[in-house]
């Protein structure tokens, strides 16, 4: 079975990242298309995870119009398919590229793998465009790799066949094994050790992300007023990598360039990611990915959402929902700081083996 697998931002490349490697080491026939839709991001995972694309479509342009990256990938993804003529692709999550992917590869009448599947809020705006993006995608895969039972779930209810849901498990567990392996030569780079020089070994140390356009304008005026009353009791530091977007530039800069005990610092890629996750006692995060990623180091998170398509992690008692609310954000900072955590006995999001069963599964229609 020749296999076509498309991805475009630092996410899926994490995700997709094991299973690239597992179709390597079974010998199944593949090739990378990558969109870049996001380019640094990207190209960071791509060399720690070692993966060589075989077609780069290098579309990312500055303050990229959704619309625009949409047609772009659709024409440019178009002729890669005609030229390879794949028996299936596989795409991961909720992006802009996963979806024109999947809809490029049903208008060639290729049958779609869609890894991640099943997860829903049901509300279009929250996470926007995400949440539109893999509903759609769901409609017009025909295989469905979900990665926990209420994923399952959600597809049977939206009427899909059991027998075209393979329950996997969250490939992000599988690649997080694959980092966690070598914490202690990221702890080592020079990114790392000058991060390490900011911090008080004798503080608490909180790492903060966000991103969500949801957020954007009175949420993060709330999160900062939360982070400040936070490292006010001077007990508690706060690593901050700042994202590029300017609506996320602009508020955390205005509110917290000058207060102690504050470390806002670039982004950074993804070993630096993991190795702050590994060191921090508490996150604070929007992220879809950090969510999944948190139980994994047995950290608690503070979710700055309202609703989460990830309610695996709230329902085992590792996340926490707040909104963009300095009130809920601060009231559970110091409700769990204070208290002692006792840790998760079982990932909620899987085993480190969804690769696996993804690479099994298509093992298995090859031979039908």
């Known amino acids: 079975m020749k296999t076509l697998i498309c991805f475009g931002t630092r996410p899926e490349a994490i995700k997709m990242a094991p299973v690239i490697h597992e179709l390597k080491k079974r010998s199944i026939s593949h090739k990378i298309c990558i969109t870049a839709q996001h380019r640094e991001m990207l ?19 500055k303050n990229q119009n959704l619309n625009l990256l949409s047609s772009s990938i659709l024409k440019e993804f178009n002729t890669i398919l005609q030229k390879e003529k794949p028996h299936v692709i ?3 999550g909720d992006t802009t590229t996963a979806l024109m992917a999947s809809i490029a590869s049903f208008h060639s009448g290729i049958p779609v793998g869609h890894i991640e599947a099943g997860l829903r809020t049901y ?19 025909n295989f469905h790799f979900a990665p926990t039972l209420s994923s399952r779930q959600n597809l049977l209810k939206e009427g899909v066949p059991d027998d075209r849901i393979v329950l996997t498990g969250n490939t992000i567990v599988d690649a997080l094994n694959f980092g966690k ?11 790392t050790r000058e ?29 900062c007023n939360a982070l400040k009353k936070i490292v006010s009791t001077k007990k508690i530091q706060i690593v901050f990598p700042v994202h590029l977007n300017p609506n996320v530039q602009n508020a955390v800069l205005k509110n917290l360039a000058e207060v102690d005990g504050i470390h806002l610092i670039d982004p950074v890629d993804y070993p630096v990611l993991l190795w702050l996750l ?42 926490f929902l707040t909104g963009a609310s300095e009130n809920k954000i601060t009231e559970k900072v110091f409700y769990l ?3 002692d955590w006792t840790g998760l006995d079982e990932n909620p999001y899987g085993d480190g083996h969804a690769s696996a069963r993804i690479a099994e599964f298509l093992i298995m229609m090859n031979e039908k």
């Open 123 to 141: 509300n279009l705006q929250a996470p926007y465009p995400e949440e539109a993006n893999r509903q759609l995608i769901g409609r017009l895969a």
């Open 337 to 339: 700081l204070n208290n």
């Open 43 to 61: 190209d960071g995972v791509l060399r720690f995870f070692e993966i060589k694309p075989d077609y780069d479509l290098d579309l990312m342009t």
């Open 195 to 223: 991060i390490r020089k900011k911090l008080d070994p004798d503080k608490k140390t909180v790492l903060v992300t966000g991103h969500r356009r949801e957020n954007f304008g009175d949420g993060f005026e709330e999160i």
């Open 90 to 92: 596989l795409v991961q």
């Open 278 to 319: 590994s060191i921090s006692d508490l996150i604070i995060s929007d992220s879809g990915g950090i969510q999944e990623e948190a139980p994994s180091f047995n950290k608690p998170i503070i979710v700055t959402r309202e609703v989460s398509e990830r309610m695996e992690g709230v329902d085992a008692g590792i996340a």
């Open 181 to 191: 392996s070598r914490l202690d030569s990221i702890a080592k780079n020079s990114v």
